[in-house]
């Protein structure tokens, strides 16, 4: 898995008024070999943070994905069917939300033909 928020530059988090990303790791919470990978990413957006989900999949899938964004004030799910070609990768969810990136926790679990990845960040 690989941490597309860290594509945020460290100009970016100080606009945003973030002090570091360090915690902000997004690791897999399950231990079967998926041929359903996800990753996170994380957008800052006139003055928003602009989350998205990404799956891929290493054949022909369908299933579902539930996105989850939690913090203080806030929490926000968004989940539905999801039809993905081998190889492609596809965008399941966005979230915009205004604050700082710290003090926020996001979970993607994607479940396909029997097989459930999930990636979460908590910063």
């Not at 941490?3 to 973030?18: D, N």
């Not at 022909?60 to 081998?86: E, S």
């Amino acid at each position: 898995m690989t941490l597309r928020s860290t594509l945020i530059t460290a100009t970016a988090l100080a606009a945003l008024g973030c002090t570091a990303i360090a915690g902000a790791e997004q690791e897999p919470s399950s231990s079967n070999e998926s041929p359903i990978s996800c990753t996170i990413d994380i957008t800052p957006r006139n003055g928003l943070l602009l989350i998205e989900g990404i799956a891929t999949s290493q054949y022909d899938a369908t299933g579902f994905y539930t996105l989850r964004v939690n913090r203080r004030g806030a929490d926000i799910t968004q989940g539905g069917p999801l039809m993905i070609q081998a190889g492609q990768e596809i965008s399941i969810g966005q979230v915009q939300i205004n604050g700082p990136l710290n003090d926020l926790n996001i979970e993607l679990s994607v479940t396909a033909d029997g097989h459930t990845q999930s990636c979460v960040i908590d910063t």
